[in-house]
């Protein structure tokens, strides 16, 4: 009586762990990779001249935070032009929350498509807008270049439309 129940233990474990190891690893979500990207990006981040090359202008700060959930950014810290970046999962959704001098806070989710070197973010929403008439950051492309250049495009909206004059490109350097 011992042995079968020693026996049917043995052979209840073995089927467990086989069918765990069978497990396929989980693939890892556009979302999940996009953030994965972000959070390589903690460090500080200067102005690049027009050559490429590194300047003393700090234009982002780029932390983690909530047990590394979340990448904090601070943008033109100390300025008067201060604003901060909020990014986290959401769901199956990789989401930015713009904390902009402008006083509102656009919402924006990325888009699973970019391509492999950029995440694409798009207009999801937000807090204290109108987008049909209220000027707002609506669009934003982070391109990594490399380890230590990315650059950043912004679109702002206005009246429902691109407002080309607010926002625009910065090309950044990480600060060694």
């Known amino acids: 009586m011992?042995?079968?129940?020693?026996?049917?233990?043995?052979?209840?474990?073995?089927?467990?762990?086989?069918?765990?190891?069978?497990?396929?690893?989980?693939?890892t979500t556009p979302a999940q990779a996009g953030l994965e990207k972000l959070k390589a990006l903690a460090g500080t981040w200067v102005e690049a001249d027009k050559d490429g090359k590194p300047t003393d202008k700090v234009v982002s700060i780029?932390?983690?935070?909530?047990?590394?959930?979340?990448v904090h950014e601070t943008i033109f810290p100390g300025q008067p032009m201060e604003m901060v970046s909020v990014y986290h999962l959401d769901g199956p959704d990789l989401v930015m929350t713009h904390y902009c001098v402008l006083g509102n806070q656009p919402r924006m989710?990325?888009?699973?498509?970019?391509?492999?070197?950029?995440?694409?973010?798009?207009?999801a929403g937000g807090a204290n807008l109108d987008p049909a008439k209220d000027k707002h950051m609506h669009?934003?492309?982070?391109?990594?270049?490399?380890?230590?250049h990315i650059e950043l495009v912004g679109t702002a909206w206005a009246d429902g439309k691109a407002c080309p004059e607010h926002c625009g490109q910065m090309k950044l350097v990480r600060k060694k």
């Open 2 to 27: 011992i042995r079968r129940m020693l026996t049917a233990c043995l052979l209840l474990v073995t089927l467990v762990v086989g069918a765990r190891a069978g497990d396929a690893p989980a693939k």
């Open 109 to 123: 989710k990325a888009d699973p498509k970019s391509a492999t070197n950029e995440i694409r973010f798009e207009f």
């Open 62 to 70: 780029i932390r983690l935070t909530a047990g590394g959930s979340t």
């Open 139 to 148: 669009e934003a492309t982070l391109k990594f270049l490399d380890a230590d």
